[in-house]
């Protein structure tokens, strides 16, 4: 089966077309390192919960959406590889966190093992 890495950030309302272009530059050197898809989504039917949610774990402000994406690789080891290759790609270089559209202290994101996959 393969791997899995999951993300979950806020994006300014105002900022979706800046971190598209991140994402769809993003996405493309991913995909050259071997990574077998690259989605970014953004929040369409997401409420807040009563005890937790998306909203709620990103600390979503009112002029902000979620932004739900993963990463699909071969195996872990190949994420692995990918992952080491793309943060030493000079394309990438430049994340300052000051100058991202999105706040990168209230993303998160883990690497996941499929149980069903269709």
Known sequence: ?????GFVLPVPKDRIDDYRALAEAAGRIWLEYGALEYVECVADDVKSGEVTSFPQAVQLKPDE???????????????????AAVMEDPRLANMDPATLPFDARRMFWGGFKPIVQY
């Open 1 to 5: 089966m393969a791997y899995v890495d």
């Open 65 to 83: 959406v979620v932004v739900f994406a993963w990463i699909r690789y071969a195996s872990r080891e190949e994420r692995d590889r990918i992952n």
